[in-house]
């Protein structure tokens, strides 16, 4: 089967929905999407209907519900709230529901086995857990609780596993990434981006940050994405920064800048394309990850909280303001 | 909903009169080094028996009611905070605030304040500084900073009657004109601008200048002065103008007063480590020398986009500044005639827009008054469930700083005489002070 042409790339369906869509999950071989939402609901959406339309569908959050995860027939969702709650899919009711954090948890992320997950808070820890028994496994810690030299609560917006899951990667509002491994919890790597570090003049406002990361196909690499330091003020119309780490060594291969701040990011399996989506004004940008350079960029439409990509990466789902779409390729 | 609790706050004055030592104000001017030798609290009690001053915390751009004084969790228009208990039974604050939640019952919060403006500058903004006076042609009136100045300020004092201190976030060319205009009252009044640090430029005499030679310019200076003033002795401009520089001389002498390394480590600590935590310091030590207004910017709260991650950052700080700042007022005795204002251009919609922002809004949000005259504890009026509107008690920028005069013990209703010999008076006629929150 040819690869897509990005060329071709368009908005297939819509489905709207007043507030915003915070984060996306998709149910493996199926056009089938959880969203989380801002108005503390999980919703569900169908993309394989005709005209599919948001229904409400689980109801146990406090605040916005910022991650989400597939364990099976399992749902697990991260919320504002603290919580982490694990949901029977088949019949919609609560299975557990751990206070996992002291602060809000910002994001979750599954590994590949479906068993574990990972989470990060603003209590400027990252936990892992058993994804069935919803046991902590451990607490990462190796953030500073206040930005360094100012007084700003630091914070930890994005993590990812790698793909052999044997890696947690995570970086904080100082631009200090950390690297753990998953089986001990040692702290495998640490390096720092400071084209992300957004501390102005006053040390009062963090205006730039890293949003998303990804771990390339090989695990060796990490992409972080996020917004490059800019003026003085927090202004969040970019410029968007996504930058390419040998993790290991702390050594920066790639550098790629482009309009808006880029809240999600999705490598593709064989390295065909990067997907990043901006949360500010600015276009969804297909990037070559062996050289810097943009293959493909159109309009992302909405401020994009979230991104799901199916299997075949010949379809995938922008969640965000208001918006949830689905993106072909058509021939 | 006015909710009050019995509880007045404030250590017992100091006993030890030092009055006759310091010689009056010029004594207690002659030098910093007396009140970092002798004794901040005991100096403090001393001057806080002279005169009342003011710290105006002003919030540039605009603080999230939501996300400080009138959360409204679970509401489509509430974010995502929670509201946290405070010591004040029945109010509940931010989750951002936990520091001034435990002593709000020393502080009296207005959540039904309403205004017009919805801008950072222009003449929305001079008639909200001026309570949301219609002034017209040439009859303006004086900004509140600098009638403030003007009301406290102490006759002979070589200090200045009115610091600004701002950060580098004021977008504005220009914008500090905005927020003071001292107009007829006279130079004297107009502000001090210190802008991202934390003492004024050009306050050490420079080295080829004796001091001898300084003090002759001076003398030169004023004899030419009191020469042209002399025919114009009703002229509060020209006056004014003369005092200016009677204080320049003051300030070069009191340099130390902005030097915060004087201060014990324990202190600024408790202030941290923010601009604004040193500028409130700064604040604290210049309001104790008797400078009788200060103001001190935070900024900048403009959060039209993430106004969640901005308030996440800058509320904590925001919390950790002003909790440390009145309980060391409170621990110096100071904070019996000082008054703690909250104040700014505006509060944020209750609408969260596309970018997770809330923008420009005037309706109904909150101000805080802490100290001198007024009623801790109280909680007065209240916004509706979802916070976009006055649903108790709306509190006018004319009612507020008619509140804010009255708790000084100015007569709000005292008129001036303007250039051209029209009356205005400090707040409007027939405006009535907010009488729950003053003690």
Known sequence: MPPPNLDKVKISKTVALPGDFLSVVREPNSERLWLGHSDAKIYAIDFAEEKPTAAAALEGHKSYVSGLGLIGNTLVSAGWDRKLIWWDLANRRVVRTVDAHDRWIRRLAVNRAQTLIATISDDMTCKLWDALSGKIIRKLTGFEATVPKYDNPNKIFSCAISPDGRHFAAADDAAQVVVWETETGREAARFEAPSYLGISQGGYLSASRICCMAFSPDGKSLALAGKERAGELFVISGPGLVQIFDWQTGQKSYEQKAGGQFESIYWHPESAWILVAPFANGPLCFLDPAKPRVLKETPATIPTCGLAVNEAADAFYTVGSGKAFKWEFPA | ?439
């Open chain 2, 1 to 439: 909903m006015t909710m009050q609790t019995p509880t007045i706050c404030g250590p017992p004055a100091h006993a030890l009169n030092r009055r006759a030592f310091l010689g009056g104000v010029g004594g207690l001017l002659s030098g910093m080094a007396g009140l970092d030798a002798l004794g901040g609290a005991l100096v403090a009690g001393e001057v806080k028996r002279r005169h009342k001053r003011v710290i105006l915390l002003w919030m540039a751009g605009g603080l999230s009611q939501f996300e400080s004084w009138d959360p409204k969790p679970g509401r489509k228009t509430g974010g995502p905070f929670q509201a946290i208990e405070t010591s004040v039974p029945g109010y509940r604050m931010s989750e951002l605030m936990p520091k001034m939640a435990a002593r709000i019952h020393k502080t009296a919060v207005i959540r039904s304040f309403s205004s017009p403006n919805t801008g950072h500058t222009g003449p929305t903004v001079n008639a909200l500084m001026s309570g949301d006076r219609k002034d017209t042609g040439n009859l303006r009136t004086p900004s509140l900073g600098c009638l403030l100045a003007r009301e406290l300020s102490q006759p002979g004092s070589a200090l200045p009657d009115h610091v600004s201190l701002w950060d580098a976030t004021w977008p504005f060319s220009g914008g500090d004109k905005q927020l003071d205009f001292a107009l007829f009252l006279g130079g004297r009044y107009e502000p001090i601008n210190i802008s991202s640090k934390l003492s004024p430029d050009g306050i050490l005499r420079p080295a080829l200048l004796s001091d001898a030679d300084h003090r002759a310019r001076e003398a030169l200076r004023e004899q030419l002065a009191g020469r042209f003033q002399a025919n114009r002795s009703t002229n509060e401009s020209v006056a004014s103008h003369g005092g200016s520089y009677h204080q320049v001389r003051g300030i070069m002498d009191n340099a130390g007063l902005f030097d915060i390394s004087k201060e014990p480590q324990e202190i600024r600590e408790r202030y941290g480590h923010s601009l604004f935590g040193q500028q409130a310091l700064v604040a604290r030590r210049l309001v104790e020398s008797g400078v009788p207004f200060v103001r001190v910017t935070d900024g900048w709260w403009d959060a039209h986009g993430e106004n969640f991650e901005i308030h996440a950052s800058k509320v904590p700080t925001l919390d950790r500044v002003m909790s440390a700042l009145l309980e060391d007022l409170e621990q110096r005795d100071l904070l019996r005639d000082t008054l703690v204002v909250t104040f700014a251009e505006m509060g944020r919609t209750p609408q969260i827009n596309a970018q997770r922002g809330r923008d420009h809004w005037g309706a109904c949000w909150s101000v805080t008054l802490t100290g001198c005259g007024i009623k801790p504890g109280v909680i007065h009026g209240s916004t509706n469930e979802d916070g976009t509107a006055v649903a108790t008690d709306r509190v006018t920028a004319a009612e507020f700083f008619a509140t804010i005069f009255q708790a000084l013990g100015i007569d709000h209703q005292k008129e001036y005489m303007s250039l051209d010999g029209r009356p205005i008076r400090l707040t409007p006629y027939n405006t009535e002070p907010v009488r729950s929150v003053l003690a």
